[in-house]
């Protein structure tokens, strides 16, 4: 019996996998902190004791993510956008466009029919074209980050944020508390500014059916549908959306080495 | 002999200037205050402490010009105009021969293309936090240190880090980052300095830097990033003595300006009921654009 290690090491969150025949068997994350290779080594023990493996077991490991260089147990590295597209194409292979929503970033991919990247873009780590934006924000208001999103739903007119950038819109959500808007009304206005600066990313690369979402923003049920509203489209959004990349790692490490480049 | 005086008020995102001047362009008084979150309400209150200053009511100024971000919401200003406008002036009038002002902001940077004291080129970035003197501002949180001491400190560097995050937010990790792995903090407020500055030189690259090279704005009371700027740049930067005044001594030249225009052609200036007193609305949705 072979296993397969996915190794995501992002610059928040740290997500793994073991996966057993192509089946995911175990799911692991945590916050990655200041110390990658201390993330890497913590997420591999801990995911080897879900699954009740050792390091024996492992046939190969891959790894991917912004702290992917300081894994050290790792038989190869692979840029996660190239994770990300295998990962999606291997749960929802109709999906050509990918809007992955990450922490620091968000990527926009377009992909064929085998999980290859064709075309991508990224919002070039500003917070305010990615998740972080919303984790200020919930913040500023003392919401719950789970709740932040179905709390946008709820409201009957957003605010509308003069800015794209996260300092200043941190400032711009602190004035409109002050002045008495409501909680759901200025969620809805941050998640409709993150709508736009991802679909118009989205526009760029452009737009082709099936749309799937992953990353940890895809988490948030609210910023898919303001999204999927400002695109006109549907968006598919896998189960465990932020272990996308990692089961697209554990998929590179179970394929041959010379089917794959390094990074 | 009268006296007549001629007031400009700069109010910016972070900081509100006040600046009373008489015929001669001497400059008589000012007074900056935090513009604070209800900076509206504080316009007329920092006028008052101007005006207390020399003993005078706000009748006794001939003209007064409102500028900055904030400047629609002085009600008691006789005109708007544009901080460009204000800025290029001010900075002409104590550097006569300045080709590029830069001035550096609580939340903007700009790049003035000056010839012969006219404005006749800019830049502008408002969009984003980095590159402002926000980034410190945040940057010095996370630091805990008081914003004015940064200069100082990075003085002290030998070997200054790179700050590879454009972002501020994310710049705020690689300082945590920076300081947990044991750099110095002078090395990596160096480095903050040197962002800031770089960005800054990128985009008044279009400009052609020529000197005089004038630096204004808070940001330039910081000598760090005075050097990181000449660094950057590649030539001497010049500061006024003091660099926040210059949008609100522009903007009272040139009500001075207009006044004796005015009355060298014999006309007289329309001046609408002058109230001290609060702006009473509190949207700036999207500003008014005056010329002069």
Redesign the interface.
């Given at each position: 019996m072979a296993y397969y290690l996915g190794i995501d090491i992002g610059s928040g969150t740290s997500k793994g996998v073991v996966t057993r025949n192509g089946d995911v068997i175990a799911l692991h994350s945590f916050r990655s902190g200041v110390n990658y290779k201390l993330a890497g080594q913590k997420l591999r023990d801990e995911l080897l004791a879900m699954a009740k493996l050792s390091m024996k077991d492992v046939a190969a490991t891959v790894a991917t993510g912004q702290g992917a260089g300081l894994v050290d147990y790792a038989d190869r590295k692979i840029a996660d956008i190239r994770c990300c597209a295998r990962g999606m194409n291997s749960i929802l292979p109709e999906v050509r466009t990918i809007i992955d929503v990450e922490g620091q970033s968000t990527y926009v991919l377009k992909i064929n029919e085998k999980g290859q990247v064709i075309n991508f873009i990224t919002s070039e780590r500003c917070a305010g074209g990615a998740g972080r934006f919303l984790d200020i924000i919930a913040n500023v208001l003392q919401v719950p980050i789970e709740e932040i999103g179905s709390l946008s739903l709820k409201s009957n007119g957003p605010i509308v944020f003069t800015t794209a950038c996260a300092v200043f819109g941190e400032s711009e959500a602190v004035s409109r508390v002050a002045e008495g808007a409501s909680k759901e009304d200025i969620l809805a206005g941050v998640h409709k500014a993150l709508a736009e600066k991802i679909s118009s990313m989205v526009d760029r690369v452009g737009m082709e059916p099936e749309y799937g979402m992953c990353g940890g923003g895809a988490m948030n049920k609210g910023l898919v549908v303001w999204v999927q509203r400002r695109l006109g489209v549907e968006l598919l959004v896998p189960p465990e959306p932020q272990y996308v990349i990692a089961i697209g790692a554990a998929i590179f490490a179970r394929e041959p080495v010379n089917k794959t480049f390094s990074s | 002999m009268i006296l007549i005086y001629f007031a400009g008020i700069d109010l910016g995102s972070t900081m509100t200037k006040v600046v009373i001047i008489d015929e001669s362009g001497k400059l008589l008084t000012h007074v900056v205050q935090h513009t604070g979150?209800e900076h509206r309400r504080l316009a007329n209150k920092i006028m008052e402490s101007a005006l207390q200053n020399l003993n005078l009511d706000v009748e006794d100024i001939s003209y007064i010009i409102a500028t900055g971000y904030g400047r629609i919401n002085v009600p008691f200003a006789d005109k708007q105009i544009t901080e460009l406008t204000c800025h290029a002036r001010g900075v002409a009038h104590f550097f006569p021969k300045v080709s590029l002002a830069i001035d550096i902001g609580g939340?903007d940077a700009k790049g003035l293309k000056i010839k012969d004291g006219k404005l006749i080129d800019f830049v502008m970035s408002d969009?984003?936090?980095a590159g402002t003197g926000?980034f410190l501002e945040?940057a010095s949180t996370t630091l805990g240190l008081k914003l004015e001491d940064l200069g100082a400190i990075s003085l002290k560097s030998t070997h200054r880090v790179s700050i590879s995050?454009?972002?501020?937010?994310?710049a705020q990790?690689e300082i945590?980052?920076y300081l947990?792995a044991g750099v110095p903090v002078e090395d990596v407020v160096a480095g903050l300095h040197d962002a800031i500055a770089g960005r800054v030189a990128r985009m008044v690259a279009r400009l052609k830097v020529e000197p005089d090279v004038v630096f204004t704005g808070g940001v330039a009371k910081n000598i760090g990033v005075v050097k990181a700027l000449e660094e950057n740049l590649g030539c001497t930067v010049l500061v006024p003595t003091d660099p926040l005044l210059s949008g609100a001594f522009g903007a009272a030249l040139i009500a001075c300006e207009t006044i004796l225009k005015a009355q060298s052609e014999g006309k007289s200036i329309q001046r609408t009921g002058r109230k001290l007193e609060e702006a009473s609305f509190?949207r700036n949705d999207d500003g008014i654009l005056s010329g002069n």
């Open positions: - | 979150a939340q969009k984003c936090a926000r945040v995050s454009l972002c501020t937010i994310f990790q945590i980052n947990s509190f």
